[in-house]
Nanobody, 121 residues
Framework: QVQLVESGGGLVQAGGSLRLSCAAS?????MGWFRQGPGKEREFVAA????????NYADSVKGRFTISRDNAKNTVYLQMNSLKPEDTAVYYC?????????????????WGQGTQVTVSS
């Protein structure tokens, strides 16, 4: 089991930016970011393969968010630009079972504790 720790959340005005980080305790395969807004189910945001060559994004964040990774640091990042109030959620990183970049929640096993992102209008 790999432990994951997210950081970088906070309060930002609409149109602003934040960069989330996810530090892993060991080597990981593909990694993903998910989010859960108030009263909503956890949803896929972005994923990246182990090599970084393959990325996937939810339509709602495509063109605004960028996922990247630094395998030397066992860290995955989520750069979030042009933030909107509807991006408000707790953001979680997770480790996938495979080396690809899956979108489905069930394809992930280890999860972090989450970091709160609040976007004010």
């Amino acid at each position: 089991q790999v432990q994951l720790v997210e950081s970088g959340g906070g309060l930002v005005q609409a149109g602003g930016s934040l960069r989330l980080s996810c530090a892993a305790s060991g080597r990981t395969g593909a990694m993903g970011w998910f989010r859960q807004g108030p009263g909503k189910e956890r949803e896929f945001v972005a994923a990246i393969s182990w090599s970084g060559a393959v990325t996937n994004y939810a339509d709602s964040v495509k063109g605004r968010f960028t996922i990247s990774r630094d395998n030397a640091k066992n860290t995955v990042y989520l750069q979030m630009n042009s933030l909107k109030p509807e991006d408000t959620a707790v953001y979680y990183c997770a480790r996938a079972r495979s080396s690809l970049a899956p979108r489905l929640l069930r394809e992930y096993e280890d999860w972090g504790q989450g970091t709160q992102v609040t976007v004010s209008s």
